[in-house]
């Protein structure tokens, strides 16, 4: 090595001493035509210093051939002596660099070092098994040392040495060349297909000496290199030559042949590339911002343009014709937050489309405007803000690491410019920090979906009112009087409370600052142009001023910006002014919350004016609006003067007009409102009252309306939930009063909350749910850390606590689900409640907690619950104002088991299933389906056949591969035995015998035994010996409250054994009439529990008779639960709760009537021993409360059962209990969705009361023919034509659309209180729901045989296989229902829609493709995905194969462009653009629009919403394509690309999945290419090119594994030899 440095520092001193050899003709660089200048001697510290004297016998020029030979052999001898090889030829490449450039020394170096890489690559080539070897135990391969050895050579490149250039471009060539010749052999391009190194790609693999990547790294270099000289380099022309080329084109020209033969396309080398072509141009485009700057040169621009319309028509393909899919609040899939257009493997294709088809994708402002719009929770807004952000940020990334820039000088693009310290500044100033740049992004995309709702919402009202017709005030409505005037129909407010809401939050939080927004509504009405606009007149409106009111009830606004404006210039007040419209206060339509804005601000703010005297005179505008002030002042002193006189008819608001007027009231005085109407629900005076006993009191005030409620200002509603939580519900030691001045405290005798207080409390939840958020989360955290101090055991809560747990839990059980439903964490709730199911020995609480259990898990309806269950890390969400995430989730399967009960274990399974089945979990990696189902229960259940035939695949198959052997039956004799055997039992027959007693109690302390001892109680009461129940009592006392349901599941099993032992058919009557003295008599088991016990699951009732008759006995024909469930129908509980000012009596009225025991006492008189637990007060609990979300999992099982009379009876004689679920309408979606293919719902009558009895028909917007169906007037389906359909879709696109219309029925329920507040997600399920009862009607007559009959003893489908046939049935049932080929109908032939030019966009499109991701997949979704096999095989303009397009040669390229500069550098490679892979609007727009295009446009929509069944489903129907042979054109497959290029992102994760279909599509490859003609050395098509292009993109983005490469490299081998060349990377890397 030391002799090599020494002979190469003579070389180079040699090239510096003698300058008169100049380079000889017929050299390695003789080929210039200019010569070159000198300059400086260059200094090298491995070579020694300029001024060191020559190494005199080392090195003479005169006998060049010596001295090449002299350094490979040196070189030779470094490297066999254990020398790196790299490091050796680093040394040799850097001598050559620094030789002098005009020097004929220079042309032996590069002699030199083409020898030396000729030896390197024999080595190489030679050593190529030993490489392969040395790469198995995890050394670097052969082609990897090479790679590294090839890239030294890039250093060579200078700018300004224009002979080092060229010659280092020639050698990189003749090296690459000799590489080429080693891995392909010496065989002709035609003469490949047997040859040795092209029969197997696996061989071709083995000697990659130049693997693509390095290839792509040394065209990276060079290219940028000779971009900045481009940049740099000023025009001179040659000296020598007649062409005068200059400089940049000498170096130009010889970079192209470089890239030929990266290419394949020299001469020996065509057909044989190393780059593809897609590479190439991703690496030779520099990007946009270099692209459009004008700093390349023709020649240069010219490549850069064919580079970037290469990638164009790619994106074409890669991303979806439309992409402006919406995304739903709880409806989308995880997937779909992720918008294909935000991935960053796609920036670079969708960085190359113009603007009309980026346009078609997503973007944040559209998000942010739909979740407020969808009235999604805050949390989720902002997540879906981070997250897109964290998208673009990464998508930005990638496009920068690709792009080129510039080493010098600066450039501008898109407004801003990036300058010498790669520091980005925006409009002249520097960026400010991260964290303040994402909260000015969020703000202001916050700030503009504000005022666009806001503008929307006023003109929808401006429609709705009469402004110019005048007030009759002789004519006033009922809504009105003297003082306040309310129009007629005034719904259309609800929207703006609802956005007043949501405006209040943003600014409270400082998320929106007031001048921004005030500014912005002053701008909707006089643009900024001008103050004066035309049409600024029909743009006043006082809504806006309202608007601008409720945030001047925020302190820091009224003292900041508000206060600073009236000290100062009044310029806000000007423009309230301005806004200000005269003309609506006077109007038919006046609405005095609205029209006294104005006046109600002034008055607000009359301690900041200035000069109150003076103002008119400043602002002669006011002129117009103070006439009407003296309104206010009446409004206020009849307030004052009712309150004063205790008449509290405004503070109730039963009357709308005592609403409004007491809503006005509190715009003009801050917190008067509120503050009264909490004096009205707490009144100042004792007025003690009890709810279930002197143990709980609370203090009696008054009922305040739900009207009132909802048309306070939001302020108002923000300060009278902080005066209720602070006063009544935050502290541990119970309600605190304030009498008579003092400080608020406790006040004994009163203990509880009064239950109009609580009503206030939800009521203001659901009107306000952004401004009052931070108290729930408050209320959870109270709740977590409660049940964490529970889990450490040991905790004594106290009284005070006892009874504010248990008024939360009912609260949130019986009144805020559906809050909970559509609140960010839901899915995380179940951490607050895991330890309290376990640790809480409180009997009434537990029962509360396990009932709210129940219906929490009941309302998951996503995978995020999965997820929960897999988080045992939560701890809970930050206490803050602002918007929080939890976190990436790592998942972990918790130590213990979720539930210990079995019911609650049980019902998560169910939930699980139905999460399965409606939503699937194929997007979300790394979340395993069977640690989920593992850490539910203790010991794995037991399913029957009946309930497993109902479960998806996946879950079924866990139950399946985890059967339990069936738990131990306690048989009739071995209980009778042990009644006889244990003398402890004595104390059952003996009462008094207090020794037996105890030995009674410590026998059943064990656990295993204390299922025995109801069974014990059974049989004695049999035998007409009661046991005494005090001692009973005090025995289940001991049992933990968890374990009762399988108590009671254990005297089931046992009194059906006991029937069965008598052999009779049916129970016994006075096994019925025991049965009922334990539910309601004695009340020691629970009336759900016996539901659940003989519904659980475990056993088949198709052929379970008995369980059946027990089961309607204890629903139906139970004497004391017919009487409660007669008086529930006689007090008539109210659907519309909120609005039932008698709710509470009612309630009190049953509970007297029908007390509840929770202690075991109902039977016992006296004193207790022990003594009774604390009562609690009940507030909205009652046993047919705690009974709803046990008959909602009961519903299943009877489903499952194939008892049409014993569900519809149910159905009909318990539907009124639903009045009071909280989600009915979900819940029977959902029961449809699981059971759509039961035959036990095939059936008009079933299905209608299913209907009737889930549905308040009142609160739901159904269709005239639903409606029909419900009141009995038809059975028939037949009305679902191609109207029906479209009616349909166009109500699901018209709230995609965010369009605000009049209801289309009267007397709905306010948005806030319905069930499911989201517009978008309502008109789905409401869709879903009628669509399902159709297709349960149109299946009916075929499914009567399905039914199991025990006469006939079958069908009992109970076996695997006879499941998979079934769903094998649906599919072809599915197939035969007219709705997805009517739905084909009307998207692909607009015309003959009923209405062709309502909603002709996408969102027809893709309100298609959401509605079928609602549905079952068989249903609409596999239809859809199923008919591509048509459209492919029947289209014309897809038959038809693409023109030749010969292969490109930068060469030539080059050669045409200098001879004509002028021509069209595209022309030769063109494109012929098709309309089928454009965009969607851009064809509609331009009269273009073609089946394929439309049908790939609702693809797309239906695969972006659908999961990984869809895709499987698309497998499935590219693989029969493929292997049909009817494939003919390369169109058709470059079709197929452009169905699978949207997804690859989501595909790559399902390794399986996406190999099958890579390979499907390779596979039509060689089954095309034979019937396409002109495919030789030459030419290829214009698709081949794309399909070639698409395969490189997804090699390069996402890669599945070198694995599923070598998987699919018998397709690539049975390509033609050309293609099969042009692939080989995929498999070499």
């Not at 003109?459 to 004519?475: A, G, N, P, S, V």
């Not at 902080?722 to 006040?747: C, T, V």
């Not at 029908?1154 to 075991?1160: D, G, H, T």
Request: proline fraction near 5%; hydrophobic fraction near 40%; glycine fraction near 4%.
């Amino acid at each position: 090595m030391e002799r090599l440095v020494e002979y190469l520092t003579g070389v180079v001193e040699s090239s510096y001493e003698d300058l008169a050899h100049l380079v000889p003709c017929g050299s390695f660089l003789g080929l210039f035509d200019e010569r070159p200048t000198k300059r400086a001697r260059r200094t090298d510290p491995r070579f020694g210093s300029s001024s060191a004297p020559h190494q005199q016998g080392l090195f003479e020029f005169d006998n060049s051939e010596e001295s090449c030979d002299t350094i490979t052999h040196l070189t030779q001898t470094a490297i066999s002596q254990g020398a790196r090889a790299v490091d050796v030829l680093r040394v040799v490449v850097d001598a050559v660099r620094s030789v002098h450039d005009a020097s004929a020394v220079l042309d032996i170096g590069f002699r030199a070092l083409f020898e030396i890489y000729q030896q390197r690559l024999q080595y190489h080539s030679a050593n190529r098994y030993r490489v392969e070897a040395a790469a198995e135990q995890g050394n670097n391969n052969g082609g990897e040392t090479f790679g590294k050895e090839y890239l030294l050579l890039t250093q060579l490149f200078e700018l300004h040495r224009p002979r080092t250039w060229v010659a280092a471009v020639r050698l990189m060539s003749m090296v690459t060349k000799s590489a080429i010749g080693i891995m392909y052999g010496s065989a002709a391009p035609d003469d490949m297909g047997s040859g040795t190194h092209a029969a197997s790609l696996s061989e071709i693999s083995g000697l990659n000496l130049l693997p693509e990547g390095v290839c792509r790294e040394s065209i990276r270099q060079v290219w940028r290199l000779l971009l900045d000289s481009a940049a740099t380099e000023p025009p001179q022309a040659s000296v020598l030559g007649a062409t005068r080329r200059t400089r940049w084109q000498i170096r130009f020209e010889a970079t192209m042949e470089l890239l030929d033969s990266y290419v394949g396309r020299t001469e020996h080398c065509v057909g044989r590339p190393l780059v593809s072509y897609y590479m190439i141009s991703r690496e030779l485009d520099p990007g946009a911002a270099v692209a459009e700057s004008g700093m390349l040169t023709g020649e240069m621009q010219r490549i850069v343009d064919l580079c970037f319309g290469r990638k164009r028509r790619l994106g074409r393909i890669l991303l979806p014709p439309d992409g402006s899919w919406p995304l739903i609040s709880h409806a989308s899939r995880a997937h779909t937050v992720k918008h294909v257009y935000d991935q960053p493997g796609y920036a670079l294709v969708r960085d190359s489309l113009t603007l009309e088809e980026t346009q078609r994708g997503a973007s944040a402002g559209r998000v942010v405007a739909d979740l407020l719009y969808q009235r999604a929770p805050i949390d989720e807004v902002f997540a879906a803000m981070r997250n897109h952000r964290t998208m673009q940020r990464k998508a930005k990334a990638a496009v920068a690491n690709d792009s080129y820039m510039p080493n010098s000088g600066e450039y501008t693009a898109n407004g801003g410019e990036y300058i010498a310290n790669d520091k980005y500044v925006a409009n002249g100033a520097e960026a400010d920090t991260d964290a303040e740049i994402e909260r000015r992004e969020s703000s202001m995309l916050l700030l503009d979906a504000m005022a666009q709702r806001i503008e929307h919402i006023v003109r929808f009202i401006q429609r709705q009112c009469d402004f110019e017709t005048l007030l009759d005030e002789r004519k006033l409505n009922a809504n009105s009087d003297a003082t306040m005037i309310v129009p007629r129909k005034f719904g259309y407010w609800e929207h703006m409370n609802e956005v007043a809401d949501q405006l209040y939050y943003f600014v409270l939080s400082d998320t929106i600052s007031y001048t921004d927004i005030h500014a912005r509504l002053y701008a909707l009405v006089f643009p900024a142009d001008s103050d004066i606009h035309p049409g600024s007149e029909a743009r006043k409106d006082n809504s806006y001023i309202w608007l601008l009111l409720q945030l001047l009830h925020i302190e820091k606004v009224a003292a900041g910006p508000v206060r600073a404006d009236l000290a100062g210039d009044e310029d806000m007040l000007e423009q309230l002014l301005q806004m200000y419209n005269e003309r609506q206060i006077v109007s038919r339509d006046a609405f005095y919350l609205r029209d006294l804005a104005l006046q109600a601000t002034m008055s607000h703010q009359q301690a900041s004016i200035r000069d109150n005297h003076g103002v008119k005179f400043r602002h002669p505008r006011m002129a117009v609006a103070m006439p009407f002030a003296p309104v206010l002042f009446q409004l206020q002193n009849e307030f004052g003067q009712q309150f004063k006189d205790e008449n509290y008819a405004l503070l109730q608001g039963r009357d709308v007009c005592a609403a409004m007027k007491t809503a006005t009231v509190s715009q003009i005085r801050q917190y008067v409102v509120p503050n009264a109407l909490y004096t009205f629900l707490v009144p100042a005076r004792e007025s003690v009252a009890q709810l279930q006993g002197t143990a709980t009191t609370y203090l009696q005030g008054g009922n305040v309306g739900f009207q009132l409620l909802d048309f306070i200002n939001v302020g108002g509603k923000h300060r009278l939930l902080q005066l209720i939580y602070k006063m009544m519900l935050a502290h541990e030691q119970g309600p605190q009063f304030q009498f008579d001045g003092r400080q608020p405290s406790a006040r004994a005798g009163i203990t509880c909350v009064s239950p109009h207080v609580v009503d206030t409390v939800y009521m203001l939840l659901y009107n306000a749910p952004y401004s009052n958020e931070l108290m729930m989360k408050e209320v959870l955290e109270k709740l977590r850390r409660s049940d964490k101090a529970m889990a450490q055991g040991g905790t004594r809560f106290s009284a005070a606590n006892l009874r504010w747990l248990y008024t939360v839990y009912q609260l949130m059980n019986c009144r805020l689900l559906r809050f909970f439903k559509y609140y960010a964490h839901a899915s995380h709730l179940v951490h607050h409640l895991r330890h309290s199911l376990v640790h809480v020995t409180h009997r009434q609480l537990y029962r509360s907690l396990e009932c709210f259990a129940l219906c929490l898990v009941n309302l998951q309806h996503d995978v995020g619950f999965l997820q929960a269950l897999m988080n045992p890390a939560y701890h809970g969400v930050p206490l803050t104002p602002h918007p929080s995430a939890l976190g990436a989730i790592r998942y972990s399967k918790p130590k213990d088991a979720w539930f210990e009960c079995a019911m609650l274990a049980r019902n998560a399974a169910v939930v699980i299933a139905r999460i399965e089945t409606m939503r699937g979990l194929g997007d979300v990696p790394g979340l395993e389906l069977d640690e989920c189902l593992d850490s539910l229960a203790p010991q794995p259940q037991l399913w029957a056949p009946a309930v497993l035939r109902y479960l998806p695949r996946a879950v079924r198959a866990y139950y399946t591969r985890r059967t339990p052997q069936p738990s131990a039956r306690v048989s009739p004799a071995s209980v009778r035995q042990l009644i006889g055997a244990r003398p402890e039992h004595a104390a059952l027959l003996r009462p008094g015998d207090v020794a037996a007693e105890s030995a009674l109690a410590a026998f059943y302390a064990a656990p295993e035994r204390q299922a025995l001892f109801l069974c014990v109680v059974w049989v004695l009461h049999e035998r007409q010996t009661p046991p005494p129940m005090a001692v009973v009592r005090r025995v289940l006392l001991t049992f933990p409250p968890l374990q009762m349901s399988s108590h009671t599941s254990a005297l089931l099993d046992f009194i059906v054994a006991c029937e069965t032992e008598r052999g009779t058919a049916e129970p016994a009557s006075a096994t019925m009439q025991l049965l009922n003295d334990f539910m309601f008599r004695f009340q020691l088991v629970h009336h759900e529990h016996v539901v659940f016990a003989l519904t659980r699951g475990e056993h088949d009732l198709r052929t379970d008779r008995m369980r059946l008759l027990l089961t309607r006995y204890v629903l139906l024909e139970s004497p004391q639960f017919s009487e409660r469930l007669d008086e529930w129908h006689r007090l008539d509980f109210q659907g519309r709760y909120w609005a039932d000012f008698e709710h509470w009596k009612k309630q009190d009225a049953y509970l007297a009537r029908f007390p509840e025991f929770f202690e075991f006492e109902a039977a016992l008189e006296g004193p207790l021993e022990p003594a009774p637990a604390l009562s609690l007060p009940v507030y909205y609990e009652n046993g047919m409360v705690r009974l709803l979300p046990v008959l909602e999992f009961a519903l299943g099982r009877m489903i499952e059962a194939e008892d049409r009379g014993l569900l519809r009876d149910v159905l009909d004689r318990m539907g009124i209990l639903y009045r009071l679920h909280q989600v009915p309408l979900t819940t029977l979606m959902n029961t449809l969705f699981v059971y759509f293919n039961a035959p036990t719902l095939h059936d008009a009558a079933v299905v209608r009361s299913l209907n009737r009895a889930l549905l308040d028909m009142s609160q739901q917007n159904f269709s005239p023919e639903f409606e029909q169906f419900m009141r009995g007037d038809t059975d028939d389906c037949t009305h679902i034509d191609a109207r029906y359909v479209s009616r349909i879709i166009e109500r699901i696109a018209r709230a995609i659309m965010r369009h605000i219309a009049p209801p289309t029925k009267q007397n709905l329920p306010e948005i806030h209180y319905r069930e499911i507040p989201n517009p978008i997600l309502l008109a789905l399920t409401e869709c879903v729901v009628e669509l399902l009862t159709w297709w349960c009607l149109h299946c009916a007559p075929s499914s009567a045989a399905r039914l199991y009959d025990s006469a006939r003893n079958g069908p009992l489908v109970a076996s695997e296989t006879e499941f998979r046939a079934e769903e094998q049935q649906r599919r072809t049932w599915a197939a035969e229902w007219p709705l997805a080929q009517l739905l084909l109908e009307l998207i692909m032939e607009p015309e003959r829609r009923p209405e062709p030019g309502a909603y002709a966009g996408a969102t027809y499109i893709h309100s298609t493709g959401l509605l079928a991701n609602v549905l079952p997949d068989e249903l609409l979704a596999f239809p859809i995905v199923q008919h591509l096999s048509r459209i492919v095989l029947d289209e014309p303009v897809l038959k038809s194969n693409s023109g030749p397009k010969r292969y490109f040669s930068f060469v030539e390229f080059a050669r045409s462009s200098q001879l004509n500069a002028d021509a069209d550098p595209d022309a030769a490679t063109r494109f012929a653009a098709t309309s089928v892979f454009n965009s969607f609007e851009q064809n509609r727009n331009h009269n273009m629009a073609n089946r394929p295009n439309t049908f790939l446009t609702l693809l797309h929509s239906v695969l972006h919403y659908g999961g990984i069944a869809t895709f499987n489903t698309l497998s499935d129907t590219i693989h029969a394509l493929a292997t049909g042979g009817e494939l003919c054109s390369d169109i058709q497959l470059l079709y197929l690309c452009a169905t699978v290029g949207p997804i690859l992102y989501r595909l790559v994760d399902h390794e399986a999945l996406y190999v099958q279909i890579l390979g499907d599509l390779l596979s039509s490859l060689v089954q095309i290419c034979p019937r396409i003609s002109h495919l030789d050395a030459e030419c290829s098509t214009d698709a081949i090119e794309q399909v070639m292009d698409f395969f490189c993109f997804v090699k390069d983005q996402f890669d599945p594994g070198r694995s599923a490469w070598r998987r699919l490299a018998p397709h690539i081998a049975a390509l033609p030899v050309l293609l099969r060349y042009q692939l080989q990377c995929m498999v070499d890397q």
